[in-house]
């Protein structure tokens, strides 16, 4: 078993340099990844379909081998020690696959065989949380009650690394909520949690740090707040009189972004306070803020041309 | 390992009751209609012997009507061999490659047990139903065949039994081993395997009456499955290198190939 010097003891995952090329295909689906992952820490891992997150987490559980680079999990070799390394890892799929005739408490009781036995009070109380259906032959349960079987399994055990693909997926939003609730109580115990999603408001929901991955490489690597401080909120202002695009384009704490009428679309320029102080001078009828803009500053890491 | 061969075991009972249960009925049939023919057996050995050495070869002997040779033609040769194939391809099929292209492979390779164990626990699991089966299978040969006298060596008949479902477990283990061994092989798996079965039965019996192909015949298992051999008590020993040397192939080359292979 080879250990690694992991000088920072909280470092639970490390992954340096990281490329996958699967067999057949020229371009890598991951490409010189790095990044870590603390005790305690939720790292969203943020892209499109296909940009290479289930590869970076199918790399990290030893489904398939990196074509170059290294990663290591609790000082652990991916490659060399998996099996160990596995005692304390929870998994869950993009798209979980559980055995349709059997039911979710049999599966359960399987699969805690096979991790070498859990705190079945644990298990319990996770079955009570999330309201889960266990004593159903699985085939018979909708996406997301079988969605709660998948969190169940990944969660079980008290992993003290949950890797997590979509795990909100088909999920109504007092489940969501009930999940995040779950993995803050993880967090706290020290667990480090890897969770891969598109959904930015996701992230921003449970996330301490996100990384933002395209074409198989990270564009961006930051706290929530950083990102949230980049973006530049938009504004929609409704002028009780018409005003016209020269005046706007005037003020320099204001950029216009459409003009119709007296309704305009306004991103400030530098900070809100500013922007404030130079929409005070018109009159106003009412003035609103955009919510989706953490979206939409991801969605540019996207509608720039493509990294390759 | 041992909650992996019970799980395996556990969710496929009924499927694996109904497979015993239509193998021992055939089975019985099958000795028992010999009280219909071991009276007539010498009138129906004369009428039949103008039977061409091309059919003959077909069910594996010419001596139609003598207990080793009925057995032999109506169950030993074809019939129960593919019965057992179908069923190890199909459980070959199920453990391996349906978990793997389901993805619930990958439900039990997040869990802390090594990709030997899980290749091991299967393949215990799969032997183990095959065994029972053809446990009952075997069980019911010999209580028949008591029941009707039948004049047959009763240590031929237990051999001919076992012999029988280790061939046939062969062609799973073949089929097993290309599923585990590589993403491009586990396609071809149980193709590969029917045409290595079916094929080699159909080349074999033909062999006989076409010269060219004896020697492509000996490259092939079915050659080796000596049913009228074995019947008489003696294990043909190509059969045994044959079984011997596939099981030990199929165990190197499936875990060199599993270890370390790209899942999904």
């Known amino acids: ?308 | 390992m041992k909650a992996m061969i019970i799980w395996e075991l556990t969710r496929r009972r009924i499927a694996l009751m109904w497979w015993a249960i239509g193998i021992a009925a055939l089975v019985a049939l099958t000795v028992v209609a010999y009280v219909t023919v071991q009276d007539q057996a010498a009138e129906l050995e004369k009428a039949f012997g103008s039977i061409s050495s091309g059919a003959s070869s077909f069910v594996g002997t010419t001596d139609l009507f003598s207990p080793t040779g009925y057995l032999n033609s109506n169950l030993y040769y074809i019939t129960l061999p593919i019965l057992y194939i179908i069923l190890v391809l199909n459980l070959s099929s199920s453990l391996m490659n349906k978990e793997e292209s389901d993805t619930t492979l990958e439900l039990l390779l997040s869990r802390p047990i090594s990709r030997t164990r899980v290749l091991a626990a299967k393949s215990i699991a799969a032997m183990i139903a095959v065994v029972v089966i053809g446990s009952v299978a075997t069980i019911t040969a010999v209580v028949c065949a008591k029941l009707i006298a039948m004049n047959i060596s009763m240590a031929g008949l237990l051999l001919v039994n076992a012999a029988t479902i280790l061939f046939a477990a062969s062609f799973g283990a073949i089929s097993y081993t290309m599923s585990a061994a590589s993403q491009f092989t586990r396609r071809f798996a149980t193709l590969a395997a029917i045409l290595l079965s079916f094929g080699g039965y159909i080349v074999t019996s033909l062999a006989g009456n076409v010269s060219w192909l004896e020697i492509p015949a000996k490259l092939l298992p079915y050659h080796y499955f000596d049913t009228t051999q074995l019947m008489e008590g003696s294990i043909p020993l190509g059969l045994v290198i044959y079984i011997v040397g596939i099981f030990g192939l199929a165990k190197l080359i499936s875990y060199i190939g599993f270890r370390r292979r790209d899942i999904g």
């Open chain 1, 1 to 308: 078993m080879k250990v690694y010097n992991c000088t920072a003891m909280s470092v639970t995952l490390q992954i340096t340099n990281l490329t996958k090329t699967y067999k057949g295909s020229k371009e890598p689906a991951l490409s010189g990844l790095s990044l870590k992952v603390s005790e305690g820490e939720v790292y969203g891992f943020l892209g499109a379909n296909g940009a290479g997150k289930s590869t970076a987490i199918r790399t990290l559980l030893n489904f398939i081998q990196p074509t170059s680079g290294t990663a290591t999990i609790f000082g652990l070799d991916i490659v060399e020690d998996s099996v160990e390394i596995r005692k304390n890892i929870g998994y869950l799929s993009g798209d979980v696959a559980l055995y349709p005739k059997v039911t979710g408490a049999q599966l359960l009781d399987y699969l805690a065989k096979l991790q070498g036995g859990i705190d079945e009070k644990y298990l319990a109380k996770l079955i009570a949380r999330f309201d889960a259906q266990v004593h159903k032959p699985i085939a018979t349960l909708s996406k997301g009650n079988r969605q709660k079987i998948g969190i169940l399994q990944a969660l079980m055990h008290q992993p003290k690394l949950l890797v997590l693909d979509e795990p909100t997926s088909g999920l109504d939003p007092l489940m969501q909520e009930r999940f995040y609730e779950t993995i803050r109580e993880a967090k706290e115990n020290g667990a480090a949690v890897f969770l891969s999603s598109h959904s930015l408001p996701e992230a921003q929901h449970m996330c301490d740090r996100v990384g933002i991955i395209r074409d198989g490489k990270l564009l961006r690597e930051a706290s929530v707040a950083e990102l949230v401080a980049d973006v530049r909120p938009v504004f929609t202002a409704v002028f009780k009189k018409p005003v016209t695009k020269a005046v706007l384009t005037k003020q320099q704490a204001l950029e216009l972004l459409s003009l119709h009428g007296s309704s305009a679309r306004i991103r400030t320029v530098g900070t809100i306070n500013d922007a404030l102080k130079a929409l005070a001078t018109f009159d106003i009828a009412s003035l609103s803020i955009e919510n989706d803009q953490l979206e939409d500053q991801f969605m540019s890491y996207y509608e720039s041309e493509p990294t390759k």
